[in-house]
């Protein structure tokens, strides 16, 4: 998922979110109920976002909450770490067996290096 660092920055401290971005990120936020998105260039949407969220105390203390249990469960460096080491450690192991250089071979002879 390509989702920029605030957003998570944002879930881990218990903060429901506000952004302009659509696609993903804005799919990501209604599936999780931990924000809001608003038009970008549009000031009345920003401003009707951050009312809703403001002059809401129960939805504001939702969307934190669902960002932070979020973050928690999917995003914290305990369950994100294990699972890079786990990748690295297979790159190595694929490295050792001989694989990686020869991927770079055929990629050499494809290129004409």
Same mark, same amino acid.
């Given at each position: 998922?390509?989702?920029?660092?605030?957003?998570?920055?944002?879930?881990?401290?218990?903060?429901?979110?506000?952004?302009?971005?659509? /696609?993903?990120?804005?799919?990501?936020?209604?599936?999780?109920?931990?924000?809001?998105?608003?038009?970008?260039?549009?000031?009345?949407?920003?401003?009707?976002?951050?009312?809703?969220?403001?002059?809401?105390?129960?939805?504001?203390?939702?969307?934190?909450?669902?960002?932070?249990?979020?973050?928690?469960?999917?995003?914290?460096?305990?369950?994100?770490?294990?699972?890079?080491?786990?990748?690295?450690?297979?790159? /190595?192991?694929?490295?050792?067996? /001989?694989?990686?250089?020869?991927?770079?071979?055929?990629?050499?002879?494809?290129? /004409?290096?």
């Amino acid at each position: 998922m390509g989702l920029p660092n605030k957003l998570y920055e944002y879930m881990a401290f218990g903060l429901p979110v506000v952004c302009s971005l659509r /696609g993903e990120a804005e799919q990501f936020l209604a599936d999780n109920r931990c924000g809001l998105t608003y038009e970008a260039g549009n000031p009345e949407s920003l401003v009707s976002a951050l009312i809703a969220v403001t002059d809401n105390p129960k939805l504001r203390s939702e969307y934190g909450a669902n960002g932070r249990r979020l973050f928690n469960t999917q995003f914290s460096s305990e369950k994100v770490y294990p699972a890079m080491v786990d990748y690295l450690e297979a790159i /190595g192991s694929t490295a050792r067996d /001989g694989a990686v250089e020869q991927t770079f071979r055929r990629l050499q002879m494809r290129e /004409g290096i």
